[in-house]
């Protein structure tokens, strides 16, 4: 157990210095990206996304690694999707950035810290409630996009590798 702290302590520390030298934790550049006129944010989420399906699945061939796959539930999604795009306009800041944006010294980021806080506090608190009610909702099950779809996951890994690129490329022509 003390190896697994140990390496999420080095791969956060590592995320880190990855969000600061990529300047996603600036406040300019999350505005940016709420207007769609700077897409660093998006393009840095991307390259994350596609570096993890890949690592992910390959492990998962390999049977190195199996899938812990969360039901998906409409009824909890949809809110706090909302509730955290809410969060992410009036601070700046979503919840990675913030830390980074504190860990650089801007002490504005700490309201949304305290707000995460008190927002998961305020969960714990309602999830009894809500256990029977809003997050039964919608209830998808353990579902992922290639189970979905009934192809294999390297098929969908690789149309969405092209796709971004694609969307890499129109970007940077666009200057965006």
């Not at 989420?45 to 969360?70: C, E, H, P």
């Not at 949809?78 to 504190?102: D, E, K, N, R």
């Not at 305020?122 to 209830?139: D, I, K, R, S, V």
Request: a neutral charge; one cysteine or more; charged letters at 15%.
């Amino acid at each position: 157990m003390e190896l697994d702290l140990i390496l999420g302590l080095v791969t956060g520390i590592i995320f880190g210095i990855l969000l600061q030298r990529s300047e996603t934790i600036r406040y300019d550049r999350q505005l940016g990206a709420l207007r769609l006129l700077d897409f660093t944010i998006l393009k840095f989420m991307l390259s994350t996304i596609i570096v993890a399906m890949i690592g992910t699945y390959f492990l998962r061939d390999l049977g190195v690694v199996k899938l812990s796959i969360k039901p998906t539930i409409l009824g909890g999604v949809i809110p706090g999707g909302i509730l955290f795009g809410i969060g992410w306009g009036l601070l700046g800041y979503c919840p990675g950035t913030s830390l980074g944006a504190l860990g650089e010294g801007r002490f504005d980021a700490l309201w949304g810290i305290l707000g995460m806080v008190a927002g998961a506090a305020l969960y714990a608190e309602a999830y009894p409630y809500m256990e029977q009610t809003l997050l039964t909702w919608g209830n998808l099950g353990k579902i992922t996009v290639p189970e979905v779809i009934g192809i294999n996951h390297w098929i969908v890994i690789t149309v969405f590798l092209l796709g971004v690129l694609l969307f890499f490329q129109w970007s940077e022509k666009k200057g965006l």
